[in-house]
T-cell receptor, first 113, second 112 residues
Framework: QQQVKQSPQSLIVQKGGISIINCAYE??????FPWYQQFPGKGPALLIA?????SEKKEGRFTISFNKSAKQFSLHIMDSQPGDSATYFC????????????FGTGTKLQVIP | EAQVTQNPRYLITVTGKKLTVTCSQN?????MSWYRQDPGLGLRQIYY???????DKGDVPEGYKVSRKEKRNFPLILESPSPNQTSLYFC???????????FGSGTRLTVV
């Protein structure tokens, strides 16, 4: 049972454009929504995270938008750069006690010059 | 440097030959976890540990074992590897309480 659905599977964006990756979750007990960035040959690294008490969080060119009623959240990468080319994973977790994290299936982003 | 160290990075083995992938973290994290990454399936949790001697199954535990005898180490054991365990494996640790995971660099395992 896939509890976090991520789309698209792959994305090509021109340099300077906006990259948008969407995720939807089913379990309303989730209260922590991180995004991870993975470069080839590396492990995923925490990029940005949000909790459901806010609708948006911005860190530099990366913004998470969160819609609690729709059970959806998305990552926006503004002014996308070739160095942003990587695989992005959304995730969801319950922060109380043990933090079991459920990951989406990943989006491979390619930013072309 | 705060990190999660996995060894080996690459491993080719034959069906049925027991193997261990080691994982160590130097951040004094309570929680540790093993994931496998397969194309189109994302990251799936194999086992996790909430503290020394406390472990539990994740979503895909069949064919794997773990132990947590020390806080810093969390080895993954494949008693009798099979070709369907060919995958990219990641160990990760977290301090918990809503903090994210720190991942190792991965172990690419091929079982022939």
């Amino acid at each position: 049972q896939q509890q976090v659905k991520q789309s698209p599977q792959s994305l090509i964006v021109q340099k300077g454009g906006i990259s948008i990756i969407n995720c939807a979750y089913e379990n309303t007990a989730f209260d922590y929504f991180p995004w991870y960035q993975q470069f080839p040959g590396k492990g995923p690294a925490l990029l940005i995270a949000i909790r459901p008490d806010v609708s948006e969080k911005k860190e530099g060119r990366f913004t998470i938008s969160f819609n609690k009623s729709a059970k959806q959240f998305s990552l926006h990468i503004m002014d996308s750069q070739p160095g942003d080319s990587a695989t992005y994973f959304c995730a969801a977790a319950r922060s109380g006690g043990y933090q079991k994290v459920t990951f989406g299936t990943g989006t491979k982003l390619q930013v072309i010059p | 440097e705060a990190q999660v160290t996995q060894n080996p990075r690459y491993l080719i083995t034959v069906t049925g030959k027991k193997l261990t992938v080691t994982c160590s973290q130097n951040m004094n994290h309570e929680y540790m976890s093993w994931y496998r990454q397969d194309p189109g399936l994302g990251l799936r949790q194999i086992y996790y540990s909430m503290n020394v001697e406390v472990t539990d199954k994740g979503d895909v535990p069949e064919g794997y074992k773990v132990s947590r005898k020390e806080k810093r180490n969390f080895p993954l054991i494949l008693e009798s590897p099979s070709p369907n365990q060919t995958s990219l494996y990641f160990c990760a640790s977290s301090p918990g309480q809503g903090a994210g995971y720190t991942f190792g660099s991965g172990t690419r395992l091929t079982v022939v």
